[in-house]
């Protein structure tokens, strides 16, 4: 099974921060690499696939890239929507899995 | 866009069974590849299994293969999981989800809640 491993586990942040959150996996994943937004007692939402592609109607201070094996998501400018807690996913091959998640709490 | 409503959860005790569905509307359920990930109290989303749009190609995580079988009828757009010897550590909010092979899991249901008691 592929393993995400993603970091750091929890970011506080201020309204207006930058902020970054690192996905690796254990092997190649071919950019199929998805990031979640999730919020208690709502589903998730998908928020950029194959590594950098925006989600019909997410913000554009949402972002994607790679490097190798290692993928980030960035929020340019935290707005208070945004406290959440933030999975990626990798899609490559089954079973597909999730890293750990980031909880994005204001600081 | 879409909607998925899943429905079927509920408490139940170790080693029973337990049916969940996910009724699909909105969008062409033939075409698509239908997700079941669950999340446990604390912790973080888990796939489960996946029923591709043929309807044959079927994947599970280890820990459930043997126990639960993911299925889907066209004719009356649901995703069914069949879940058998059910244990403690199965209990969490199932989402059904839906993903064509490019997009990851774009649309998903607001999820439904499985109690395994001892």
């Known amino acids: 099974d592929i393993q995400m491993t993603q970091s750091p586990s929890t970011v506080s942040a201020s309204v207006g921060d930058r902020i970054t959150i690192t996905c690796r996996a254990n092997?190649?994943?071919?950019?199929?690499l998805a990031w979640y937004q999730k919020k208690p007692g709502k589903a998730p939402k998908l928020l950029i696939y194959?590594?950098?592609m925006l989600e019909t109607g997410v913000p554009s201070r949402f972002s994607g890239s790679e490097s190798g094996t290692e993928f980030t998501l960035t929020i340019s400018s935290l707005q208070p929507d945004d406290f959440a807690t933030y999975y990626c996913?990798?899609?490559?091959?089954?079973?597909?899995?999730f890293g750990q998640g980031t909880k994005v709490e204001i600081k | 866009q879409g909607m998925l409503v899943e429905s079927g959860g509920g408490v139940v005790q170790a080693g029973r069974s337990l049916r969940l569905s996910c009724a699909a509307s909105?969008?062409?359920?033939?075409?698509?590849?239908m997700h079941w990930v669950r999340q446990a109290p604390g912790k973080g989303l888990e796939w489960v299994a996946v029923?591709?749009?043929?309807?044959?190609?079927?994947y599970y995580i280890d820990s459930v293969k043997g126990r639960f079988t993911i299925s889907r009828d066209k004719s009356k757009n649901t995703l069914d999981l069949q879940m058998h010897s059910l244990r403690v550590d199965d209990t969490a909010v199932y989402y059904c989800?839906?993903?064509?092979?490019?997009?990851?899991?774009?649309?998903w249901g607001q999820g439904t809640t499985v109690t395994v008691s001892s």
């Open positions: 092997q190649s994943i071919s950019s199929w």
């Open positions: 989800a839906r993903a064509d092979g490019s997009y990851g899991m774009d649309l």
């Open positions: 996913q990798q899609y490559d091959s089954y079973p597909w899995t």
């Open positions: 029923v591709w749009d043929d309807e044959r190609r079927k």
């Open positions: 194959k590594t950098s």
């Open positions: 909105g969008f062409i359920f033939s075409s698509y590849g």
